[in-house]
């Protein structure tokens, strides 16, 4: 039988599941860096690009710089919830297909985190706006086959945008050090 114990460190709340012992079996955190993005992301979410779907936004920006700077689960976490919050504020135009493209959006943090890493910035950004823009075809079930050639350049110069921001600002971070 295991037990949650939560602790604080300066930076991070940290979750343990523990055995009665004591031992630390599995961590996970969410760190102060992942909140702190997320509520960029909202902030970012308050900027739509304007189409036929509200939710399209410059939430993804943070999510974005998260794969680059901190990896796969930063990018993972901050695009999905930057996703959900720019949901939120265009009314859930895709009802609960809006949980399907979080998902998507996680996988885009994960394709950019892990292309940065293997093959450079600009390899790993286009992935993401790639995987991005294809993920248009989400909205088939809610408004039609209609949608996609409609959609699919608003996704693409959201994206892209998202990404020249995350691209820009990390190699400002990188060139003053600050990774």
């Known amino acids: 039988m295991s037990t949650l114990v939560f602790k604080k460190n300066l930076?991070?709340?940290?979750?343990?599941?523990?055995?009665?012992?004591?031992?630390?079996?599995?961590?996970?955190?969410?760190?102060?860096?992942?909140?702190?993005?997320?509520?960029?992301?909202?902030?970012?979410?308050?900027?739509?690009?304007?189409?036929?779907?509200?939710?399209?936004?410059l939430d993804s920006f943070p999510g974005y710089f998260m794969a680059l700077w901190r990896g796969v689960g930063g990018g993972a976490t901050v695009c999905a919830i930057g996703h959900l919050l720019s949901a939120f504020r265009a009314g859930f135009p895709l009802g609960y297909?809006?949980?399907?493209?979080?998902?998507?959006?996680?996988?885009?943090g994960v394709l950019i985190a892990v292309l940065n890493r293997r093959f450079g910035i600009i390899i790993g950004l286009a992935g993401g706006v790639a995987l991005n823009t294809i993920g248009?075809?989400?909205?088939?079930?809610?408004?039609?086959?209609?949608?996609?050639?409609?959609?699919?350049?608003?996704?693409?110069?959201?994206?892209?945008?998202?990404?020249?921001?995350?691209?820009?600002?990390?190699?400002?971070?990188k060139k003053l050090k600050l990774s």
Do not use: Q
């Open 11 to 57: 930076y991070l709340w940290t979750v343990y599941p523990t055995n009665y012992v004591g031992e630390n079996k599995l961590a996970w955190s969410l760190n102060c860096r992942d909140r702190d993005f997320s509520a960029l992301s909202a902030i970012g979410a308050m900027i739509p690009i304007p189409s036929p779907v509200g939710s399209i936004a």
């Open 97 to 108: 297909l809006h949980l399907a493209v979080s998902l998507l959006m996680a996988g885009v």
């Open 136 to 173: 248009g075809v989400l909205a088939v079930p809610v408004y039609g086959w209609g949608i996609v050639p409609v959609i699919t350049p608003f996704l693409f110069v959201a994206s892209t945008i998202n990404a020249a921001m995350a691209g820009i600002t990390y190699k400002s971070f």
